[in-house]
C-alpha cells in the first residue's frame, strides 16, 4: 500500500497558476490509477482528474478541462495536477488518491493523502 503526500498549494490571483505534486511511497506506485479530489468549504468532495497507471487513460472534470493537466512520473512516484487560469471557485482543499481501477468515483479510491489548500483570489 502506498502513502501520499501533496504539497505545492497556496494562495494565488484568478487567472494565476499553481502546480500540485503528490509523493508517494512504496513500491508499487506503478499499479495505481492516481486521482486528484478537491473539496470545498460546504460542498461535497468531488473528483478533478484522474490517471492510469501508465498515463495511457486521463479523466477530467467538466469544469476544469483545459485549463488543468494530470500527468505521472512512476520512477519518481509522483502525480501533478497542473493548474492553469485559476477561479475563485477553484478553491478548495485538494487530495490526491489512489486506486486500483479507473473511476470517477470516491469510493473506488482507498489511499488519500492529508490534502493542500489552494485558494484563488479574485
Known amino acids: 500500500q502506498v502513502q501520499l503526500v501533496e504539497s505545492g498549494g497556496g494562495l494565488v490571483q484568478a487567472g494565476g497558476s499553481l502546480r500540485l505534486s503528490c509523493a508517494a511511497s512504496?513500491?508499487?506506485?506503478?499499479?495505481?490509477?492516481m486521482g486528484w479530489f478537491r473539496q470545498a468549504p460546504g460542498k461535497e468532495r468531488e473528483i478533478v482528474a484522474s490517471?492510469?497507471?501508465?498515463?495511457?487513460?486521463?479523466y477530467y472534470a467538466d469544469s476544469v478541462k483545459g485549463r488543468f493537466t494530470i500527468s505521472r512520473d512512476n520512477a519518481k512516484n509522483t502525480v501533478n495536477l497542473q493548474m492553469n487560469s485559476l477561479k475563485p471557485e477553484d478553491t478548495a482543499i485538494y487530495y490526491c488518491?489512489?486506486?486500483?481501477?479507473?473511476?470517477?468515483?470516491?469510493?473506488?479510491?482507498?489511499?488519500w493523502g492529508q490534502g493542500t489548500q489552494v485558494t484563488v483570489s479574485s
Open positions: 488518491a489512489a486506486a486500483m481501477t479507473l473511476s470517477k468515483e470516491e469510493n473506488q479510491y482507498r489511499t
Open positions: 512504496g513500491r508499487t506506485f506503478s499499479s495505481y490509477v
Open positions: 490517471i492510469s497507471w501508465n498515463g495511457g487513460r486521463i
